[in-house]
């Protein structure tokens, strides 16, 4: 029973920071582009992709002699 008296304070005061974490995300627009992430993940970014330096193979480790 004692120990019960140091959990639910524990407990509510835990409960009250992810609510004022969850508030907060809501008010600096985490969650305002849902879509954005879900259709950039399907678009071509050959453009973006790096090629590794010459005489390297894919792994970019240079060939064995």
Do not use: C
């Amino acid at each position: 029973m004692n120990t019960l008296a140091y959990l639910i304070p524990v407990a509510l005061f835990l409960g009250g920071l992810g609510l004022v974490g969850f508030l907060w995300a809501l008010r600096s627009g985490q969650y305002d582009d849902l879509d954005g992430a879900a259709e950039r993940i399907l678009g071509d970014d050959a453009d973006d992709a790096i090629d590794p330096p010459p005489g390297h193979g894919a792994s970019g480790k240079k060939p064995a002699p």
